[in-house]
C-alpha cells in the first residue's frame, strides 16, 4: 500500500486558514470586555468548563477538511513477488519471483502436486498444473527455505442478461449456470449484468449480438480470420456447416467465409455474430458452445473493476470521512453546524456524478501521462483518440490501480476492413464492406517504405507489415507471414516444383525445413538413402508434413517405398510398366494466321502433350510456315530445362504451307525406332495440295495422324481430307480447357497401373485436413489405384472417386502429417480439372500448415514513462517469466532483447534501446530473417482488440466519489466563522 494525494496543493491553504482563525480569535477577544459580577463568578464555578473544547475542535475539524481536501487515498501496490492465473484448459499457472529450489507439494499430505516447472534466467519459475479446489494449501518447500501457499477461489459467477429466446443459446445458458460459470439476471436487473446476449440492435454494454441483418452470404465455408486465436484453440470451425450468415459490419474478423466475408467479429464492446447457433450441422456439435463461453468469460473478467471492499475504501478516503463527518458535526458542534454541514451534503452529492477528462497533448517527457493519472479522482472515465499512438502501459497501470477507465474519443473507424489481418504472401485479401469496388485515391505501403496505387484484388507478393491506406487517409495494418518453406526431392520432372510456384511457398533443394513446424517435404519417385528416410520419420514426428505424389515417375527403389509407406500409412505400389514412352513428332502451326486466342490456345496444347509423363516421354517437335523448322528432334526426352525454352520458340508469323512440312517430316518417322505418330495443331487454314495422297503416303508408312483444330474460325476441308485418307482423326477446340479435354483422349483410358476415374469426386466432410474447403473440385482423370482400397493401409481417405478408389489420404503421424497424393502431377491424368486440382492442393496443404506451423504471438510497441519505445509481446499460459527476443534495425542486426513479465500478467515487455531505429521483431529461434516481422506503433483502437494487453475495462469503473475540494475548504471556512452552540452542566446552551 502506498498514501498519496490527488491534490497536494491545497494543502497551501492550511496557513491563511490557521491565519483566518487566529484572526478570528483576536476579533471576538477585543470586542468583550468582561466585568466581573457576583452572579457570572457563581455561574462559572457551577458550569462545566468548555471554552477550550469549543473553540479547538472547529479548528480541527476544519484542519481535517482541508486535508481530505487535498484528495488522500491509499494505493495499492502489485503484488510483484507471486502471481495466479487460470487458462481455458483446466489449468493454474503460478509465477513466483524468487521460489525455493524444490517441488510443489500438498501442504496437508506432503504429496508433490504433478505439475509442469518452466524456469527463467533470473531464478523466476512458473508453475502449471491441473485446477485444484479453491483454498488447498500448497507448499514449495526448498532445502532452506519454503512458501506456503493457497490456491485462489474462483472468479464470482459471471452476471448476464439474455434478451429474447436464442435457440441454443439458452440451453448452454443453463448448463452454465449449473456448473456455476454464469448467473442469469432478469430485466428488473439489467442494470448489473456484467454482459448482454441477444440481437445485435438491442444488447449494449458488453455483450454477444447476433446481426440479424444486411448481406448475406450462402454456405459460407467456415476459417479462421487469424493464426492461432485462442478463443478457438481446439476448436474446428472448418468443420462447421450453416446454410446462410449475414457479415457483420464492424470489428476485428474472427471466423470469415472463404472470399473473407466477416462472420464472427470482435468489437471494443464485445462479439458479434452473423448466424444462429442451431444453424445447419452446429446443433449436433459440442464445439460452438465452448467458443460461447470463452466470449462470455473473456467479456465477464473485462467488465469487473477487480476491486474488493478494502481497496475501493482506501481509493475514497475524502467520501467516506466526508460522509462520517457529515453525521457528527451535529452531535460535536449542535446547530451551529448547519450551515457546515449543508455545503459538506452538497458536496458529497457532486461526488456522484462521473468525471471524464480528454488525455494532454502528447509530450517529450511521456511520463507527465502517469503524473496526470495520478491527479485524477478514482472513478474518472479518460478520453483517448482511437488512432493517436496508445499511452504507455504504466498509465493504463496507474488507471487500474486507481480504479479508473477510458473511452474512446474521435471519429469511429470506417466500416471497411480486411478480409484478414495475417495471410502469406500471394494470398488474396478482400476488403470488407467496401460501399463500391472504386478504390481510386487508395494506396498501399509495403514494408520497405514504397507507395503504390492500391489495386484489386490484393495480393502482397512478400512478407513484413504492409499498409493499407484509403482515400481519407485511414489505415489498416497487414501483417504478410513469411513464405511457407518447402524441400522438394522429384525424379525427372518439374511437376512439383510447378505444383510450389506460388509465392505462398518457398521451395529449395537442399535440406530438410527447420523448425518441422510449418516446414514441408514434398516427394515424388525420388530414391532415398535410409539415412535421409530416418531423418524425414523424425521430422515429421516433430510437427513436419510430408507429400507424397504417386504415379508417374513412380519409385524404382524398392526400400525407398517401403520406408516412406510405414510413414504414410499406405502401400506405395512399384512403378507401373513404362511400355514405349517415345510419343512420336508435335507438328505445330506457326503461320501468322493464329493469333490471339488460337495461338494461346496451340501454345497451351502443346505445353501440355509435352509436359504429359512427368519427365518418363519422349517426344519431336517441329513448327512450320513456309518452311518447317525442327525444335526437338524425334525422341527427344522432356526435361523441365527443355519446357522453360519452349515458349520463346514458338512465334507466330509467315505462310502456311501444311503438306511441305508433311512431305519433311515422313521420311524421318520411317526412320524413327520409335512410335511413329504425328499430333498435327492447326487452325486448318493452308495452301492448296494434293492432300488424298498426302494421307495414303502416311497411311502406307504406318504413320498414325491425330489432328487438333484450334481456334474458332477453322477450316475443316484440309484435315478431312487427310485423316480420310490416312485413317486418321480430327478433332476441334475453342479454348484450352477443350483442347486439354481432346488431348487427354491420347492416352489409354485404363493402362497398366492406372484405372480411369468415375465422378464424382467424394470428399469425406470430418476430415480436418479439408479446412472447410468442401466447394466441389472436379475429378483427375486416371487415379494409379485400380484395386479399390488394397493399397491402402492405416492413412483414413480424404478424396475419393465414386467406386471409393482413394485419390487423397492422410496419415497422422504424432505432431506431423503424411499426404499421399494418387494421381501424379501429369496434366494429362488430371484432366481439365489439372488447375483447379493443383490449386485445392495447395489451399489444404496451406490451412494444414497454418496449424502445424509455430504459432505466432502478437506484439504491439509503445512508450514508456521515461519516453523510451516499448515493446509488448502476447504471453501464453505456461510461459516464463522471461523470453529472449531477437530483432534487427536499419543500424544493427541479430540483436537481442530480453523481455520480461510481472506474475500473473498476460504480456511480456522491454525498453528497445535508443540507438535502434525501426526495430524488425523476429518471431523465431534461433534468428532467421526469412521469418521476421515488423512491428509499428500500435493506436489504442488496435491496442483495445489485444486482449492479452492487460488493459482496464473500457468505461467507467465507478462513482466518482471524490468531493470537490473548494467545497470542503469552504465547509471549514464556514465552520470555524460560525457561532458555535456547546451544551453546559446545566442543560442551557452556551455561545
Known amino acids: 500500500m502506498s498514501i498519496e494525494l490527488i491534490q497536494p496543493y491545497w494543502l497551501l491553504s492550511l496557513l491563511p486558514f490557521a491565519l483566518y482563525w487566529w484572526w478570528l480569535r483576536y476579533r471576538q477577544r477585543s470586542k468583550v470586555s468582561p466585568i466581573p459580577v457576583a452572579q457570572v463568578e457563581i455561574w462559572k464555578r457551577l458550569s462545566t468548563p468548555t471554552e477550550i473544547r469549543t473553540k479547538l475542535l472547529p479548528l480541527c475539524i476544519g484542519f481535517f477538511l482541508i486535508l481530505l481536501s487535498a484528495g488522500p487515498r491509499v494505493v495499492p501496490l502489485p503484488e510483484n513477488e507471486i ?126 449480438g447476433f446481426v440479424s441483418d444486411g448481406p448475406e452470404v450462402w454456405l459460407p465455408s467456415m476459417r479462421a480470420a487469424k493464426l492461432d486465436d485462442p478463443l478457438l484453440r481446439g476448436l474446428q470451425p472448418e468443420q462447421w456447416t450453416i446454410s446462410s450468415s449475414y457479415q457483420t459490419a464492424t470489428g476485428t474478423p474472427i471466423l470469415t467465409g472463404s472470399k473473407g466475408e466477416a462472420l464472427v467479429t470482435r468489437t471494443a464492446d464485445g462479439f458479434l455474430w452473423g448466424f444462429s447457433p442451431t444453424g445447419g450441422d452446429l446443433s449436433e456439435r459440442s464445439d460452438w458452445p465452448l467458443l460461447l463461453t470463452r466470449m462470455l468469460i473473456e467479456l465477464g473478467e ?9 481497496t475501493w475504501a482506501g481509493l475514497h478516503l475524502p467520501f467516506l470521512f466526508t460522509s462520517i463527518l457529515l453525521v457528527l458535526l451535529p452531535v460535536l458542534l449542535g446547530s451551529g453546524s448547519k450551515w457546515s454541514a449543508a ?6 452529492l457532486g461526488s456522484l456524478t462521473q468525471h471524464e477528462y480528454r ?13 496526470w493519472a495520478k491527479s485524477l479522482p478514482a472513478g474518472s472515465v479518460i478520453q483517448i483518440p482511437r488512432q493517436e499512438v496508445a499511452p504507455p502501459p504504466e498509465f493504463f497501470e496507474a488507471l487500474k490501480t486507481r480504479g479508473m477507465g477510458w473511452k474512446f474519443s474521435g471519429q469511429q473507424t470506417p466500416q471497411w476492413s480486411l478480409s484478414k489481418n495475417s495471410c502469406r504472401p500471394g494470398e488474396v485479401i478482400h476488403i470488407v464492406h467496401l460501399q463500391d469496388s472504386d478504390v481510386s485515391g487508395w494506396t498501399q505501403k509495403n514494408p520497405r517504405g514504397s507507395i503504390s496505387p492500391l489495386t484489386l484484388p490484393l495480393t502482397p507478393e512478400f512478407s513484413g507489415l504492409w499498409t493499407i491506406i484509403d482515400s481519407q487517409g485511414v489505415e489498416a495494418p497487414l501483417l504478410v507471414l513469411p513464405s511457407f518453406p518447402v524441400s522438394i526431392a522429384e525424379k525427372n520432372s518439374a511437376g512439383l516444383s510447378q ?52 504415379g508417374s515417375p513412380g519409385c524404382e527403389d524398392e526400400e525407398t517405398r517401403n520406408s516412406l509407406s510405414n510413414i504414410l500409412g499406405v502401400n506405395l505400389p512399384e512403378p ?108 486448318g487454314k493452308t495452301t492448296p495440295d494434293r492432300w488424298s495422297d498426302l494421307g495414303k503416303d502416311l497411311a502406307l508408312a504406318e504413320v498414325e495422324l491425330e489432328v487438333l483444330l484450334v481456334g474458332k474460325k477453322t477450316d475443316t476441308s484440309v484435315v478431312s481430307q487427310l485423316t480420310r485418307a490416312s485413317g486418321g482423326r480430327w478433332q476441334k477446340a475453342a479454348n484450352p480447357k477443350e483442347a486439354q479435354e481432346i488431348l487427354k483422349t491420347l492416352l489409354e483410358e485404363n493402362p497398366a497401373g492406372w484405372k480411369k476415374t468415375t465422378s464424382p469426386l467424394i470428399q469425406d466432410l470430418s476430415s480436418v485436413f479439408l479446412s472447410g474447403y468442401t466447394d466441389p473440385v472436379g475429378i483427375p482423370y486416371q487415379s494409379l489405384t485400380p484395386d479399390s482400397t488394397a493399397r491402402i493401409g492405416t492413412a483414413e481417405l480424404v478424396w475419393t472417386d465414386a467406386q471409393r478408389r482413394p485419390l487423397l489420404t492422410l496419415q497422422r503421424v504424432e505432431l506431423g502429417l503424411a499426404v499421399t497424393w494418387w494421381s501424379g502431377l501429369d496434366p494429362l491424368r488430371l484432366g481439365s480439372s489439372g488447375p483447379r486440382i493443383k490449386a485445392r492442393l495447395r489451399e489444404l496443404l496451406v490451412s494444414a500448415l497454418e496449424r502445424n506451423s509455430t504459432s505466432l504471438r502478437q506484439g504491439a510497441l509503445t512508450q514508456s514513462a521515461s519516453g523510451k519505445r516499448v515493446f509488448m509481446l502476447e504471453r501464453r499460459p505456461g510461459d516464463g517469466l522471461e523470453m529472449e527476443q531477437g530483432f534487427d534495425s536499419s543500424t544493427l542486426s541479430d540483436q537481442s532483447l530480453l523481455l520480461s ?45 489485444m486482449k492479452w494487453v492487460d488493459l482496464p475495462p473500457k468505461g467507467k469503473q465507478a462513482m466518482g466519489f471524490q468531493p470537490h475540494s473548494f467545497l470542503l475548504f469552504l465547509a471549514a471556512i464556514i465552520l470555524i466563522s460560525s457561532p458555535v452552540r456547546q451544551r453546559s452542566g446545566l442543560g442551557r446552551e452556551q455561545r
Not at 512465334?651 to 518417322?669: D, Q, W, Y
Open 83 to 208: 502471481g495466479w492465473s487460470r487458462d481455458f484448459n483446466g489449468f493454474i499457472h503460478l509465477d513466483v519471483k524468487t521460489p525455493p529450489q524444490g517441488p510443489l507439494s500438498l501442504l496437508d499430505t506432503g504429496s508433490p502436486v504433478n505439475a509442469t516447472y518452466v524456469s527463467s534466467a533470473s531464478g523466476a519459475v512458473t508453475i502449471s498444473f491441473l485446477e485444484l479446489p479453491p483454498e488447498t494449501l500448497l507448499n514449495l518447500k526448498g532445502s532452506n527455505n519454503s512458501l506456503e501457499l493457497k490456491v485462489p477461489p474462483r472468479p464470482d459467477p459471471i452476471r448476464v442478461f439474455q434478451l429474447g429466446e436464442q435457440p441454443g443459446v439458452n440451453e448452454v445458458l443453463t448448463a452454465l449456470e449449473e456448473q456455476n460459470w454464469i448467473t442469469r439476471v432478469d430485466a428488473a436487473q439489467r442494470y448489473t449484468a456484467e454482459v448482454e446476449i441477444g440481437p445485435a440492435r438491442s444488447v449494449r454494454n458488453r455483450h454477444v
Open 302 to 310: 473485462a467488465s469487473r473493476s477487480r476491486i474488493d471492499s478494502q
Open 343 to 348: 455545503v459538506l451534503f452538497i458536496a458529497l
Open 359 to 371: 488525455l494532454p497533448e502528447k509530450t517529450s517527457q511521456t511520463s507527465s501521462y502517469v503524473l
Open 499 to 550: 505444383l510450389f510456384e506460388e509465392p505462398t511457398f518457398k521451395s529449395s533443394t537442399i535440406s530438410l525445413p527447420t523448425p518441422p513446424l510449418g516446414g514441408l517435404y514434398a516427394w515424388q519417385g525420388q530414391e532415398l538413402s535410409s539415412e535421409r528416410i530416418e531423418e524425414i520419420d523424425r521430422w515429421v514426428r516433430s510437427g513436419g508434413i510430408l507429400f507424397a505424389s504417386v
Open 576 to 683: 507401373p510398366p513404362e511400355g514405349d514412352l517415345d510419343m512420336g513428332l508435335l507438328l505445330i502451326d506457326l503461320s501468322g494466321s493464329l493469333l490471339g486466342s488460337a495461338a494461346t490456345t496451340l501454345l497451351e496444347s502443346t505445353l501440355i502433350l509435352l509436359e504429359s509423363g512427368d519427365g518418363n516421354t519422349r517426344w519431336g517437335l517441329a513448327g512450320f510456315r513456309d518452311e518447317l523448322n525442327w525444335i526437338l528432334e524425334p525422341g527427344t526426352s522432356i526435361t523441365s530445362n527443355t519446357l522453360e525454352k519452349i515458349p520463346e520458340l514458338i512465334r507466330s508469323g509467315g505462310g502456311t504451307h501444311l503438306g511441305k512440312a508433311i512431305r519433311k517430316v515422313l521420311p524421318v518417322l520411317k526412320n524413327h525406332s520409335g512410335q511413329r505418330r504425328v499430333v498435327l495443331i492447326t487452325d
Open 901 to 945: 513479465a510481472e506474475p500473473g500478467s498476460t504480456m511480456f515487455k522491454g525498453e528497445i534501446p535508443d540507438h535502434i531505429l525501426d526495430p524488425v521483431i523476429y518471431q523465431q529461434s534461433p534468428i532467421d530473417s526469412e521469418r521476421s516481422f515488423v512491428v509499428s506503433e500500435s493506436s489504442l483502437e488496435n491496442l483495445a482488440l
